[in-house]
């Protein structure tokens, strides 16, 4: 197939274009390759795409998906098969900070690509959400069928957004969309500004590690390798509509139109202080901890429940956190 990877130079596109070329798939890249975090890691993983890739077999550009134009402009030169859609204004916290940046990526970026494949006969879009859609949620495990109308964040808002946008193109133009709420990525190559990456780091060079709500978080922490794998499956598997979908009783995460939400996650919460206890461990060293209450925009606990994709794709989360947490610390010091 031919297929759409925006945030190629992201962490989770890098590695979902890494399997798709593996696999025989052309891939076109795209990333506006932001200062958001250190560009010079996406630039890193750029240089290892097009090592791995034939010529033919990927192709990257510069773009950013907000430009109208230019979005326009590739969708009908390229003629893709299936998009994943993965560009996004990430983070809860700078959410807070910097809202406009998250209307402009994630708003009216969406917008584009919707239209983009709308307009050019696309067969199916995969787009990100996230779990933080669940927002004020408190009943666990989060399940794709549960109410997700209190968002605590921007961030998790536009999320919540999108899926919004995909359903009513679903429903207008039969456009097929899977939505997927990943829960807490982490592993090699992962981003600057996420929990493993920081403590890490801090660690390493004997500095402290700022511990929100007291350790007291529980996080469904989920492998990139299990995140890429259900990224892959979903794609793989094109929404039809769901016939026994009930408009009296409507389930939020199908539709009678060929619409579809999945979490992604590794299904097994996990303490942050346990956390933390899995990284001292693989490096070989006690963290220095700074203890402090929740954050604005934070939620306490994620929790994935996976059924609905496991029963659809067959997904099945495989990685142990100790074990992943070893791969990341092993690429961190090879890497920095």
Same mark, same amino acid.
């Given at each position: 197939? +031919? ?47 097009? +090592? ?9 550009? +510069? ?143 004997? +500095? ?129």
């Amino acid at each position: 197939m +031919k297929v759409l990877v925006t945030g190629a130079a992201g962490f989770i596109g890098f590695h979902v274009i890494q399997v798709l070329l593996d696999r025989g798939d052309t891939v076109v890249g795209i990333d506006n390759i932001n200062d958001y975090y250190d560009v010079n890691l996406k630039q890193s993983r750029l240089y290892l795409l097009a +090592k791995q890739a034939l010529s033919e077999n990927f192709t990257f550009v +510069k773009m950013d998906i907000a430009d109208r134009v230019e979005m326009e402009h590739l969708f009908s030169s390229q003629k893709f098969d299936r998009v994943v859609h993965l560009a996004a204004q990430a983070g809860v916290r700078y959410s807070i900070e910097n809202p406009h940046a998250y209307i402009d990526s994630n708003i009216v970026g969406f917008t584009n690509i919707l239209e983009g494949c709308r307009h050019n006969q696309v067969e199916h879009l995969v787009y990100a959400s996230s779990s933080s859609v669940y927002g004020s949620n408190e009943s666990t495990p989060f399940k794709v069928t549960d109410n997700v109308d209190h968002p605590v964040s921007l961030y998790a808002a536009s999320k919540k957004a999108n899926e919004l946008m995909a359903h009513t193109y679903s429903h207008l133009y039969d456009l097929p969309t899977t939505g997927l709420r990943f829960f807490t990525v982490y592993g090699p190559w992962g981003r600057p500004d996420m929990a493993l990456f920081k403590f890490t780091k801090a660690i390493i060079e004997d +500095k402290p590690i700022q511990v929100f709500n007291y350790g007291n978080h529980h996080r469904d922490f989920t492998y990139i390798d299990d995140i890429v794998d259900g990224v892959i499956k979903s794609l793989d598997k094109i929404p039809s509509g769901n016939e026994n979908w009930d408009g009296k009783h409507p389930d939020p995460s199908s539709s009678k139109s060929p619409y579809q939400i999945y979490n992604i996650g590794a299904q097994t919460p996990v303490n942050l202080l346990k956390f933390i206890e899995a990284i001292e461990s693989a490096l070989g060293k006690e963290a220095i901890k700074e203890m402090l209450p929740m954050q604005a925009g934070d939620v306490p606990d994620t929790y994935a429940d996976v059924s609905a994709l496991a029963n659809d794709t067959g997904y099945q989360p495989k990685t142990k956190l100790e074990i992943g947490i070893k791969k990341f610390v092993d690429w961190y010091k090879s890497y920095y």
